[in-house]
Nanobody
Framework: QTRLMESGGGSVQAGGSLRLSCTAS??????MGWFRQAPGREREAVAA????????YYADSVKGRFTISRDSAKNTLYLQMNSLQPDDTAMYFC????????????????????WGQGTQVTVSF
């Protein structure tokens, strides 16, 4: 069974950095990405990458601060988060698309049919 497992969350002060990892037990041919959900808010897309190549995608709120990357040999997705701010506090989820999906954007949650359990990121002042 295909699984996604996140790690790397934690608590940092504003301005600090964290790197999240997502290890996949299966191979995904389409998009892989990171979403986050803060208490009382909807889950929102943070960044995504197409496994076949091309430039990554970022939410405006994290551009210039976060970097998504993938190590295909290790079947692992990363999210390097720099200059963290309290507004970045959320549960971060790894997501992957295993089947074709037409008509939606990279940040459409319906595109992703596999999700990890999440890893908590807390940024304090």
């Amino acid at each position: 069974q295909t699984r996604l497992m996140e790690s790397g969350g934690g608590s940092v002060q504003a301005g600090g950095s964290l790197r999240l990892s997502c290890t996949a037990s299966g191979y995904f041919r389409h998009f892989m990405g990171w979403f986050r959900q803060a208490p009382g808010r909807e889950r929102e897309a943070v960044a995504a990458i197409y496994t076949g190549g091309g430039s990554p995608y970022y939410a405006d709120s994290v551009k210039g601060r976060f970097t998504i990357s993938r190590d295909s040999a290790k079947n692992t997705l990363y999210l390097q988060m720099n200059s963290l701010q309290p507004d970045d506090t959320a549960m971060y989820f790894c997501a992957a698309q295993s089947r074709p999906f037409y008509g939606g954007t990279w940040f459409d949650r319906r595109r992703y049919d596999h999700w990890g359990q999440g890893t908590q990121v807390t940024v304090s002042f």
